[in-house]
T-cell receptor
Framework: AQTVTQSQPEMSVQEAETVTLSCTYD???????LFWYKQPPSRQMILVIR??????QNATENRFSVNFQKAAKSFSLKISDSQLGDAAMYFC??????????????FGQGTRLTINP | DTEVTQTPKHLVMGMTNKKSLKCEQH?????MYWYKQKAKKPPELMFV???????INESVPSRFSPECPNSSLLNLHLHALQPEDSALYLC??????????????FGPGTRLTVL
């Protein structure tokens, strides 16, 4: 079974600075998808970024980028120019390969990010 | 547009009540999901409907009964719940079950309290 580990329960960063959230996973599959979701106090889970395992290029969405190291099974999220609105719980998630029907997301335990003004 | 709506936002019910949670999406997504999330924990999958058929049931107690009347609507019927069932219930949908673009988008959740 796949597992996802987020080793940082809490992190904090000064506004406008850069922070990196860590995520490692364990799988025997060669093709899969990885996601970062954020969940602010409003509760809604919001997709931040997605990475396909077969792509070597790291995904980027505006101020958010990932460092995907397939061999090391590592998938970290970098937030540049941190803003107060980035404060949230961040979940790393894994999804099994395609062509196997709807699959569940396997989530890490989450990292609570605080932005200090 | 990646909007998934859920009603109600909050629900308080007694252990003998029967209530339902509703989830709706109009994005043409063909898979819909129910998750349960306890405080400070990640979401846990309960059910998945793929093309309006139940495809995954994560051994959820029978006091939770899902229903997918059509491709846009997902219900979760609740009966004889226990206080430990109090949680945030999240609905999600994805466009192409198992396919290349299968990314799950979540609704805002229903906060359920069982007295």
């Amino acid at each position: 079974a796949q597992t996802v580990t987020q080793s940082q329960p809490e992190m904090s960063v000064q506004e406008a600075e850069t922070v990196t959230l860590s995520c490692t996973y364990d799988t025997s599959e060669s093709d899969y998808y990885l996601f970062w979701y954020k969940q602010p106090p409003s509760r809604q889970m919001i997709l931040v970024i997605r990475q396909e395992a077969y792509k070597q290029q790291n995904a980027t969405e505006n101020r958010f980028s990932v460092n995907f190291q397939k061999a090391a099974k590592s998938f970290s999220l970098k937030i540049s120019d941190s803003q107060l609105g980035d404060a949230a719980m961040y979940f790393c998630a894994y999804r099994s390969p395609r062509n196997q029907g709807a699959q569940k997301l396997v989530f890490g335990q989450g990292t609570r990010l605080t932005i200090n003004p | 547009d990646t909007e998934v709506t859920q009603t109600p936002k909050h629900l308080v019910m007694g252990m003998t009540n029967k209530k339902s949670l509703k989830c709706e999406q109009h994005m043409g997504h063909r898979a819909m999901y129910w998750y349960k999330q306890k405080a400070k924990k990640p979401p846990e999958l309960m059910f998945v409907y793929s093309y309006e058929k139940l495809s995954i049931n994560e051994s959820v107690p029978s006091r939770f009964s899902p229903e997918c009347p059509n491709s846009s609507l997902l219900n979760l019927h609740l009966h004889a719940l226990q206080p430990e069932d109090s949680a945030l219930y999240l609905c999600a949908s994805s466009q192409d079950p198992g396919g290349f673009t299968d990314t799950q988008y979540f609704g805002p959740g229903t906060r359920l309290t069982v007295l």
